[in-house]
């Protein structure tokens, strides 16, 4: 049974940091493209950022570019997004996503499995 497993979101002001950890169970983790997604209260989940299951492709949002960092240790079968500079448009549940033999898609329809996610607020 695939499990991913966020952890690491909360509360944080403006200007502030969090990382995201999402943890991989019951797949061989090292063949999977790992995404972050975001969803906002009656918004569309939205694409945040994606790293190939070979680490090499890695792609963020415009809106996050410079700002979030994405990351694995396959060694522990995690994926981590590191959020500074955070702002209140950044509040949102975050997902975790799971593409078999992905290269980097955006689109959450080429993702297989998906975490329960892990609410992001940041306060002005």
């Given at each position: 049974q695939v499990q991913l497993v966020e952890s690491?979101?909360?509360l944080v002001q403006a200007g502030g940091s969090l990382r995201l950890s999402c943890a991989?169970?019951?797949?061989?983790?090292?063949?999977?493209?790992?995404?972050?997604?975001?969803?906002?209260p009656?918004?569309?989940?939205?694409?945040?950022?994606?790293?190939s299951y070979g680490g090499r492709g890695i792609y963020y949002a415009?809106?996050?570019?410079?700002?979030?960092?994405?990351?694995?240790?396959?060694?522990?079968?995690?994926?981590y997004l590191q959020m500074?500079?955070?702002?209140?448009?950044?509040?949102?549940g975050y997902y975790c996503a799971a593409d078999?033999?992905?290269?980097?898609?955006?689109?959450?329809d080429r993702y297989d499995y998906w975490g329960q996610g892990t609410q992001v607020t940041v306060s002005s």
């Open positions: 690491g979101g909360g991989a169970s019951g797949l061989t983790f090292s063949r999977y493209a790992m995404g972050w997604f975001r969803q906002a009656g918004k569309e989940r939205e694409f945040v950022a994606t790293i415009d809106s996050v570019k410079g700002r979030f960092t994405i990351s694995r240790d396959n060694a522990k079968n995690t994926v500074n500079s955070l702002k209140p448009e950044d509040t949102a078999l033999w992905g290269g980097g898609a955006t689109s959450p």
